[in-house]
């Protein structure tokens, strides 16, 4: 397309194509090798082009042999990407008006249902401090303070899922916040008389996440790596890298694993294998991730161990 023409033919004086003809400017003038750029080009007919660039700045022996400049079209792959993005806003887009029907809805049953069980709960610990311990009546209303209790953390937990905010990310040392979480959860291991050993495996140190979020999601995953392990002693590691869609976190035990009947119910609110547990971690989780604009994922192997894997995408999707 360029074939033949000048420098002059290409270095037109049309201010679009500034980006452009600054990498030829910047090759020259900083005697760059393997300047690699995308910019758009404006053709002289008026359509534009996404080209990518690759300059480099040639001499032999202490002379300047040249400039090289390989021009790429990738105005093709350029839509197809913006479309990809297009369709993936507008799935986020019907994700997100689900949710908030089904927000709603949660808020206001757990709305309805605090005051009446907080009220169970006292009276029946009214009645048992008035009551002689061992008699059978005792024994039923321990029941029903219990189970009153269990309903208590269940309308606690929905409500804070449905107070999740949107995400609002800033630039932190993702470093610093799982250091902070591991040692707040190695109080917790030392009060369950376990032995957890974390490693860090981190090729990128800060990234832009909602910190108070993404806190809040590491303590879930990195609590439920402690209380499915197999005795009572537990290995996780945490592998960080950046990739071409973000930042990429794996979290992996080598604790029990998740049968295969049950994997596709892990994510499900109030799924839950614990003896007593209310089963919305790992919902959390995925609601922050997805709060990201990120996904989240499980791989296990029964009797060998988790891994979770997150990722966030670069920027959160632009509200629409
Ligand atoms: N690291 C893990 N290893 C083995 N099983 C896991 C792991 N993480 C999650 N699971 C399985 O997924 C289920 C759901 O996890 P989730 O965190 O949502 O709920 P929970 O831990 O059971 O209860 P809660 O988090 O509300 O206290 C767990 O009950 C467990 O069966
Ligand atoms: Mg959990």
């Known amino acids: 397309m360029f074939e033949g023409k000048g420098w002059g033919d290409l270095f037109l004086e049309d201010s679009r194509n500034q980006a452009f003809n600054q990498v030829i400017l910047d090759v020259i003038n900083e005697k760059m090798v393997n300047l690699h750029r995308r910019v758009p080009y404006v053709q002289p007919g008026g359509k ?9 700045f040639f001499r032999e022996n202490e002379q300047i042999a040249g400039i090289v400049v390989i ?38 049953v757990a709305h309805q249902i605090r005051n009446p069980v907080m009220s169970i709960g006292g009276f029946a610990m009214r009645i048992l401090n008035k009551m002689d ?44 916040i799982l250091e902070k979480e591991m040692a707040q959860l190695q109080a917790k291991a030392a009060e369950l008389s376990m032995r957890v050993t974390w490693s860090l495996a981190l090729s990128v140190v800060e990234f832009a996440v909602d910190p108070a979020l993404f806190r809040r999601a590491i303590y879930e995953v990195l609590l439920n790596a402690m209380e499915f392990s197999k005795g009572n002693e537990v290995s996780v590691t945490i592998f960080l890298s950046e990739g071409q869609n973000g930042l990429l976190m794996e979290i992996v035990d080598n604790g029990a694993g998740i049968s295969e009947k049950d994997m596709p119910y892990v994510f ?13 971690g790992l919902c959390l989780v995925k609601r922050i991730v997805g709060e990201h604009g990120g996904d989240v994922r499980i791989d ?21």
């Open 300 to 320: 296990s192997e029964p009797g060998k161990g988790t891994k979770v894997i997150m990722g966030f995408p670069d920027q959160a999707p632009v509200p629409v």
């Open 71 to 108: 021009l790429h079209d990738v105005t093709e792959i350029q839509l197809l990407h913006d479309r990809e993005k297009q369709v993936l806003r507008e799935k986020h887009r019907l994700e997100r008006e689900r949710a908030e029907g089904l927000t709603l809805l949660a808020t206001a």
């Open 48 to 56: 534009t082009l996404q080209l990518s660039i690759t300059g480099s």
């Open 133 to 176: 311990e061992n008699s059978s009546i005792a024994v039923y209303l321990k029941n029903i303070l219990s189970d009153a209790e269990r309903l208590e953390a269940i309308v606690r937990v929905v409500s804070e899922y449905t107070r999740i905010p949107a995400a609002k990310p800033v630039q932190v040392s993702i470093a610093a």
């Open 268 to 280: 499900d609110p109030f799924f839950t294998t614990k003896a007593v547990g209310v089963g919305m």
